[in-house]
């Protein structure tokens, strides 16, 4: 039999973790599903680990991933059940979550389920991303966490946003030759930012620890490309070279290694699935779930919190997080409407001084046009069935309307990873070839499993 649980929580990242915490506090019985083997999420990825076996690498990673550690040990001694290794493939009501785990399938009962699932890298399809030697900032971020491991040789950094500067302050701090950083961020956008300076500079030590990277990468002699007009990786067996239109000219720059980043995008497929109501935010250029200030979702026994809700940062999703589990024990009768408010005016206070930052972030490092929706027809958009831009420019011309009808034609978003990589790009393309907001484009249907599932994962499922 399935095990029965108050509050079920996916994801173990900040905001999943702090809702645990408060949510055992309050006396429910919760559960905190996650797919990786110890807690933290992407951001304090392998914390435990690196804090006791590797001080070199947590000096290198930097303060904000250090103080991660309180978090996590928090969250060890709390009395939620952690469940780490569960791959989430499906949720439903009132049956509960479906989830893989050591080779076997099992369900998971819930009164209440809170999505914590995180952000993940807002695709960046250039002229030549699919050679090897190119990959994500995220993804080498992961391998230095967990791994220690660095990219060997000349590394270009392509993109913009926060974590793009981040990682290569790491990378600096790990003797790799960092050999420039293109920033592809939209003509304007210091302008643009600049009328939300004052209220960014409220948030607690933000914009100070950004300066501080750029005049540390600046200080290190890394050429920083701006007002960069178009890129293009070129290569033969492997990335060769970078080639950026600055300035009205061409110019080449030599990589082995090219790290792509513009910003993070809610994980959201779980969301979709559950056919929960979404909505697009012009501000971040991506679909988040409509929610209320509790996190509620449009379906009445889900609740979203963090990243996964609309990109906000690691100390703004563990106060979404602690709000959720107020709200949650505020549902199933463990306190009143005052003890719920009560509560709640420390984290929410501590979240409107932390989100300040985000319209000046979102204004400075907005992604180009030319950068969400490719130009040039051969690009790859969907790795996994290989459809390029073209291919979606020309189901739009022969009438298609939508994400959804377009799989018929070129089976964009139906490979292993079900949109995740190809998603945006392809509602930014369909919006741009019909001219009109990629709000009304729409996004694909997203269909369980979630995750891909091997038949002997699900034939281990007990049905009851």
Not at 86 to 111: C, D, F, H, M, N
Not at 155 to 184: E, F, H, K, S, Y
Not at 216 to 232: D, S
Not at 423 to 449: Q, S
Request: net charge positive.
């Amino acid at each position: 039999m399935s095990e029965c649980y108050d509050f079920a929580i996916i994801g173990a990242g900040p905001a999943g973790m702090a809702a645990a915490i408060t949510a055992a506090e309050l006396g429910l019985r919760t559960a905190v599903l996650d797919e990786q083997e110890a807690p933290g999420g992407q951001i304090y990825r392998a914390i435990e680990r690196v804090t006791q076996n590797h001080p070199r690498r947590l000096a290198i990673l930097g303060d904000d991933y250090a103080a991660g550690l309180a978090l996590v040990r928090a969250f060890r001694a709390c009395s939620a059940d952690y469940l780490p290794g569960s791959t989430v493939w499906q949720v439903e009501q009132p049956l509960g979550i479906l989830y893989s785990a050591r080779g076997k399938s099992r369900r998971l009962r819930s009164r209440r389920t809170l999505i914590a699932t995180g952000a993940m890298e807002r695709p960046m399809p250039l002229a030549g991303w699919t050679l090897p030697g190119v990959m994500t900032a995220g993804a080498a971020q992961i391998a230095l966490k967990s791994a220690g491991a660095v990219p060997q040789g000349r590394v270009v950094l392509v993109g913009c946003g926060p974590l793009l500067l981040l990682l290569a302050w790491q990378l600096l701090q790990a003797d790799v030759r960092v050999c420039a950083i293109v920033d592809t961020s939209t003509s304007g956008a210091r302008r643009r930012a600049a009328r939300h300076l004052p209220s960014a500079l409220m948030a607690p030590g933000h914009v100070g620890k950004g300066l501080r990277y750029i005049r540390m990468l600046r200080e290190a002699g890394i050429p920083m490309l701006n007002h960069v007009e178009n890129v293009q990786l070129n290569g033969k067996e492997r990335v060769q070279e970078v080639v950026v239109t600055h300035g009205g000219k061409d110019e080449r720059l030599g990589a082995d290694v090219v790290l792509l980043h513009q910003g993070l995008v809610p994980n959201a497929n779980l969301g979709w699935a559950l056919r929960c109501e979404h909505g697009w935010n012009e501000a971040q250029r991506c679909f988040v779930p409509r929610t209320d200030a509790w996190g509620l979702a449009s379906l009445d026994e889900f609740q979203f919190a963090g990243d996964c809700a609309g990109i906000g940062g690691a100390h703004a999703a563990e106060q979404t997080g602690r709000l959720a589990a107020l709200e949650a024990a505020h549902r199933l009768a463990r306190i009143d409407r005052a003890e719920r408010d009560a509560r709640a005016r420390a984290p929410l206070g501590a979240l409107r001084r932390h989100r300040r930052i985000r319209p000046l972030l979102e204004a400075l490092y907005r992604p180009g046009d030319r950068y969400v929706a490719p130009e040039q027809d051969d690009v790859i958009v969907c790795r996994c069935e290989e459809a390029s831009a073209g291919d979606i420019r020309r189901t739009v011309a022969l009438g298609c309307p939508g994400p959804n009808q377009m799989k018929a034609f070129v089976r964009c978003g139906m490979g292993p990873c079900q949109g995740r990589m190809c998603g945006l790009t392809v509602t930014e393309l369909m919006a741009a070839a019909r001219n009109v907001a990629p709000g009304d484009i729409g996004y694909y249907r997203i269909r369980p499993p979630i995750k891909p599932l091997a038949l002997g994962e699900l034939a281990a499922l007990e049905l009851e």
